[in-house]
């Protein structure tokens, strides 16, 4: 997730990378990514930056505070960058930088402890701990889902339908195309997320593919990620529900997924910006602080404060856009 490549493959419309790389005595040290609101084309001078997984500073963790603090430094001192909003992990290095910052200049500083749920501004991954083995998971989970878990297994594997646990990242690519407009989900939204998605997990240096056929040949479900030193990202899933609704497609992936990450001794797997039922009621999600750091002059104040006052009577796609700035 560090990888520059990763980085930018990550962006969307509406982004643009804002990179700072730091040296010391001609040495680079760390890259601390972040990238700039846009909206509607127009710079917002709102860079953000998400430390909730590791992927916002690349370099030595000894020099991790310094480089971060600046950084900060260095983006506060172009006249257009108003303002940073960072998400970063309780009691880590990223907090204690900002700190250290906020105390030798001045800005308008706000700090909010994040909960699941309780922002739309920011993407809640969620964290699920795997067991030693397959039985030992299932063992964990309610009584509702372990039936479903075996149950539509065993309906899938009696049907003569096989799990691929690996597919090529070009093979990723066609299937999950072929299946995106057979989701329930089925949007031109969807579609450009699935596209985004694609050129993160080719961007990675160990992608996660793997699916289900039909025993006709027929792809039914797909899902594609990258592996973790000690575990897995699930970043998407595409299922054929137009004409396999009741067959739970989502689940046998997953039982699956989970069963191979179990095998190969990993403890975790982390799904991409949260999960539905079942799997929500036994996920967990990293404890973050959400900082709020802005220029501390009388005009600014001023626009993030008529910005706020009128963001609840703007359409939904731009109150969501201008929350990014107030």
């Known amino acids: 997730m560090l990888d520059p490549e990763f980085f930018l493959a990550s962006l969307t419309k509406g982004w643009a990378p804002r990179v700072v790389a730091v040296h010391k005595s001609g040495d680079l ?6 990238r700039e609101r846009i909206i509607s084309g127009v710079p917002t001078g709102i860079v953000y930056a998400d430390g909730s997984l590791g992927g916002m500073f690349l370099g030595n963790p000894a020099d991790q505070q310094d480089a971060i603090r600046a950084a900060m430094e260095t983006l506060f001192a172009f006249p257009r960058i108003r303002g940073v909003r960072l998400r970063v992990l309780r009691c880590s ?7 250290q910052l906020v105390a030798s200049r001045s800005l308008d500083v706000q700090y909010s402890p994040l909960e699941h749920d309780d922002s739309p501004l920011w993407k809640y991954h969620a964290h699920l701990a795997l067991d030693d083995t397959y039985d030992q998971f299932l063992k964990r989970l309610g009584s509702t889902t372990r039936h479903n878990f075996r149950y539509y ?3 899938f594997e009696a049907a ?3 799990f691929i646990e690996h597919l090529s990242v070009e093979e990723l690519r066609s299937v999950a195309l072929e299946l995106g407009p057979k989701s329930k989900y089925a949007s031109p939204v969807r579609q450009m997320f699935i596209e985004r998605d694609l050129k993160v997990v080719a961007a990675t240096r160990r992608p996660l593919a793997i699916g289900l056929k ?3 040949g027929e792809w039914l479900s797909v899902i594609g990620g990258w592996y973790r030193p000690e575990g897995a990202v699930l970043c998407f899933q595409c299922n054929n529900e137009l004409d396999f609704g009741g067959d739970s497609l989502s689940i046998v992936l997953r039982a699956y997924l989970i069963e191979l990450l179990i095998r190969q001794g990993l403890k975790e797997l982390v799904i991409w910006a949260d999960t539905r039922p079942p799997l929500s009621r036994y996920v967990s999600y990293a404890p973050t602080i959400g900082i709020r750091l802005d220029i501390p002059t009388f005009s600014w104040r001023v626009a993030r404060s008529l910005i706020s006052t009128v963001t609840p009577h ?13």
């Open 314 to 326: 703007l359409p939904k796609r731009l109150a969501a856009a201008a929350q990014w700035i107030s």
């Open 93 to 99: 290095g990223e907090l204690e930088a900002i700190r």
């Open 153 to 155: 297994r065993r309906r």
């Open 214 to 216: 039909h025993h006709s």
């Open 29 to 34: 040290v760390g890259i601390v990514y972040g």
């Open 160 to 162: 003569g339908h096989t």
